[in-house]
């Protein structure tokens, strides 16, 4: 009796079936994306529509992108939407936390969405000028609360560096002059 013993093909490897179902899970994201903005921009054009976004708009929805997308990527308030996809480590520096994407294939990239700033801000900008358009008055409520949160939160690191340069300066001063005191003796 002979038994013979196959291996999987290459194809199958575990990091390369991640590898194409992380790609495949991009892919789909992007294209949603820009269905979703062709639809609308579609819809604009059939009624004849213009989008109009003033310079003050911008503003408020560049603000409130800024806000709600580093809410929901990196504060406690948002971290149930995250914990699915996502873990919070203690920074190497000290200073803070750390958000980092977990596990594999479309939760990794939905860790990595959600873990992102930057790149949840053009989801939610997207969201914002469709609201503008569909729904002005809840959105501009929403623009102007959370874009007034957002010049608080600008406010509040640009406080924050100052008092950390501050803080540096003062100890490298002190340092100074122990060590000056050193070469008195």
């Known amino acids: 009796m002979t038994t013979t013993t196959t291996s999987k093909p290459a194809s199958h490897s575990p ?33 004849d529509a213009d989008l109009t976004v003033r310079p003050f708009d911008l503003l408020l929805l560049g603000l409130t992108s800024f806000r709600i997308g580093r809410m929901i990527a990196f504060e406690g308030v948002a971290a149930p939407l995250r914990e699915p996809f996502t873990e919070t480590h203690t920074d190497g520096s000290g200073a803070g936390q750390t958000v980092v994407a977990t596990g594999h294939g479309t939760r990794r990239v939905l860790g990595e969405l959600m873990s992102c700033p930057i790149c949840l801000g053009t989801w939610i900008a997207a969201g914002l000028v469709y609201g503008l358009h569909l729904l002005p008055q809840p959105t501009r409520v929403l ?32 340092d100074r002059t122990i060590v000056l005191g050193q070469f008195r003796r």
């Open 143 to 174: 623009l102007v609360v959370m874009s007034t949160t957002g010049v608080a939160e600008l406010c509040y690191s640009i406080t924050e560096a100052l008092d950390w340069n501050a803080r540096a300066a003062r100890r490298a001063c002190r």
């Open 15 to 47: 990091l390369l079936v991640e590898s194409q179902q992380a790609r495949a899970t991009k892919l789909t994201l992007i294209s949603v994306f820009l269905g979703i903005m062709g639809t609308f921009a579609a819809r604009l054009v059939k009624r």
